[in-house]
């Protein structure tokens, strides 16, 4: 498997990757110019959203039900003030990124809670370990931006010791279609769509679009999927979709990476629709889902992001509620009899974007 988690820019240049064309804005003042929701949505071009969605169609906002459970438990955890020491022949201590959707200075200001940066966000946790779990873009205001400080910091942790990777969201599946495929329709759950409207629809923004590079394509493209660390299977989404890409990490990580390469619309199409499903792991049987990734791809406990933290907790049920309602996040969310562990805090809805050590200090 070639690991290009959260690695700098290789030297050599993937030739279909360099072909992306800068499509033109599409209602840019209309009706998805500034969609916010948590949902993944493609508007239909040639007809309404239907009143049943297909199976495995995920909901917007507007329909994403409130979940009152009372087995399920809230984690907070009070911030490192710096890393904990290790054996000098031994790893770093391993931390985790949820969704940080563009949003740059909330990043930073979480690193340096947890010891990872220094007040100039350069890397100075030595030997520590650090994982993002994707969705780097999208609905903050500067996502390019924090590409390049994951870029960087991958540079700046692999000197002194330690690294910094990342893995692929679907939301670098989403501004990777809308740069390469712009609005060639595809066909979705919901009838026919394109890249470039499920992009605005979800949060995209023109000045990521304007300052996206060739380089910062190619390290999207290579991010892989899955990965186990320690006895944590990382992914992205909380689904298990990811099952039907390959029986090992090894495999998953080549499928996803080699349909991003042949460069067809509809196979990357279809790879974002599986990524943005969600709410595998709760209810009845979540933990069944959960252990079927694990004793497919190992590990005893699963990190994902994906799925905001006052979803799951049903803090928040719709837009429609009562303006001035926040959600309430301290810390990780642990479910699925405790072998999931959700790190979405919801920082798009003014929740929290959670940094954490693992295993969290409980």
């Known amino acids: 498997m070639t690991q290009g988690a959260g690695q700098g820019p290789e030297a050599e240049r993937t030739a279909t990757l360099r072909d992306f064309r800068v499509p033109a804005y599409v209602n840019e003042t209309g009706p998805y110019a ?61 931390y985790v990124v949820g969704d940080v959707h563009g949003y740059l ?20 946790a030595g030997t520590a370990r650090l994982w993002f779990l994707g969705d780097f873009t999208d609905r903050g205001p500067d996502g390019i931006g924090v590409i390049d400080l994951v870029m960087r910091l991958s540079a700046e942790a692999a000197a002194a010791g330690g690294y910094c990777k990342a ?5 670098e599946l989403l501004l990777l279609g809308a740069k390469r495929f712009g609005d060639t329709p595809v066909h979705s759950g919901a ?23 060739d380089h ?36 998953v990580n080549d499928t996803v990476r080699e349909t991003i390469t042949r460069n067809d619309a509809d196979e990357v199409w279809d790879l974002f629709r599986k990524f943005t499903k969600r709410f595998s792991f709760r209810d009845e ?18 990190v994902h992001g994906h799925s905001p933290i006052p979803y799951l907790l049903g803090e928040v049920g719709s837009e429609d509620d009562e303006e001035g309602t ?11 009899d405790g072998l999931a562990i959700a790190m979405d805090g919801g920082v798009t809805m003014a929740g929290k974007l959670l940094v954490r050590q693992l295993p969290l200090d409980v």
């Open 216 to 251: 910062h394509l190619q390290w999207m493209a290579r991010l892989d999927a899955v990965e186990e660390v320690d006895g944590y299977l990382l992914v992205h989404s909380d689904t298990t979709a990811y099952l039907d890409y390959g029986d090992s990490i090894e495999a």
């Open 285 to 302: 049987g979540g933990a069944d889902a959960v252990r079927s990734l694990l004793d497919t791809y190992g590990g005893t406990r699963i």
């Open 167 to 171: 893995l692929m969201g679907n939301h």
């Open 34 to 94: 500034h969609s916010t929701h948590p949902g993944e949505a493609a508007p239909a071009l040639d007809e309404p959203y239907p009143e049943d969605y297909p199976e495995g169609y995920t909901p917007t906002e507007r329909d994403l039900p409130v979940i009152n459970r009372g087995d399920t438990l809230q984690m907070p955890v009070e911030p490192a003030a710096a890393p904990a020491a290790q054996p000098a022949d031994g790893p770093g201590p391993l």
């Open 191 to 213: 009838g026919t769509a394109t890249f470039q409207a499920a992009w605005l629809l979800n949060g995209g923004q023109k000045t990521d679009m304007d300052r996206l590079q």
């Open 326 to 336: 926040r959600p309430v996040v301290e810390g990780p969310h642990i479910y699925a």
């Open 105 to 124: 200075d909330e990043l930073l200001t979480a690193l340096r809670e947890q010891g990872l940066v220094d007040a100039d966000g350069r890397w100075c």
